[in-house]
């Protein structure tokens, strides 16, 4: 089975940089993704790893380690509205699909 | 933008009536997908697609049927609606990259659906 975790709230203040975590246990993993969703909206795409190691996308990164089951979204100078619930998708490769986290809301407070 | 396009955006209907949601994309992605998304409980599959007629079970696909039979189109039926069902739901496509991993998903702007 497959099983993600994040944590539920975030708070951090405008200009700041902030660290989302994701750990994850799957079988046949296939790269894990990284979505923005604003409230009332649908999520947008926003990084993704298949190999270990950093990707850096202007003020977002993520980070990946397969052995630890474990990633991380990496967002600097904080700005509001970068205030929205961040998910974290686990694909695998049993049935070609991906299996979300809970996503964490982040609170970014002037 | 994905060329992603859900029908309706909301609808309100009555329990035990039969309901459709409509995906259509113009993209011409492999894979198409059906979620609902409920708070505390994030996004959860209920049915893929991974071709035309090729269709498979998400992790909540219990009163939940699909069809493909165009490339375009990915279509959710609530045979008969029950208040549980009431939702948001989102279509999102993604395509295949020449490594045979999943490209990200794009999704449509979501279907508000209450079942009264």
């Known amino acids: 089975g497959q099983n993600i975790d994040q944590p539920t709230e975030m708070t951090a203040t405008e200009g700041a940089i902030v660290q989302i975590n994701c750990t994850y246990q799957?079988?046949?993993?296939?790269?894990l993704f990284w979505y923005q969703q604003h409230a009332g909206e649908a999520p947008t795409f926003l990084s993704y790893?298949?190999?270990?190691g950093l990707e850096e996308k202007g003020r977002f990164s993520s980070f990946l380690s397969r052995s630890k089951g474990y990633s991380y979204l990496l967002l600097k100078e904080l700005q509001m509205k970068d205030s929205a619930s961040y998910l974290c998708?686990?694909?695998?490769?049993?049935?070609?699909?991906?299996?979300f986290g809970p996503g964490t809301r982040l609170s970014v407070l002037p | 933008d994905a060329g992603i396009t859900q029908s309706p955006r909301h609808k309100v209907t009555e329990t035990g009536t039969p309901v459709t949601l409509r995906c259509h994309q113009t993209?011409?992605?492999?894979?198409m997908y059906w979620y609902r998304q409920d708070p505390g409980h994030g996004l959860r599959l209920i049915h893929y697609?991974?071709?035309?007629?090729?269709?498979d079970k998400g992790e909540v696909s219990d009163g939940y049927s699909v069809s493909r039979s165009k490339t375009e189109d990915f279509l959710l039926t609530l045979e008969s609606a029950t208040s549980s069902q009431t939702s948001v739901y989102f279509c999102?496509?993604?395509?295949?990259?020449?490594?045979?991993?999943?490209?990200?998903?794009?999704f449509g702007d979501g279907t508000r659906l209450s079942i009264l």
């Open positions: 799957t079988s046949g993993f296939n790269g």
């Open positions: 790893n298949v190999l270990d």
């Open positions: 993209e011409n992605h492999r894979y």
């Open positions: 998708a686990v694909n695998h490769n049993y049935g070609q699909n991906f299996v």
């Open positions: 999102a496509i993604s395509g295949e990259s020449v490594e045979g991993s999943n490209q990200p998903q794009h």
């Open positions: 697609s991974y071709g035309v007629k090729d269709t």
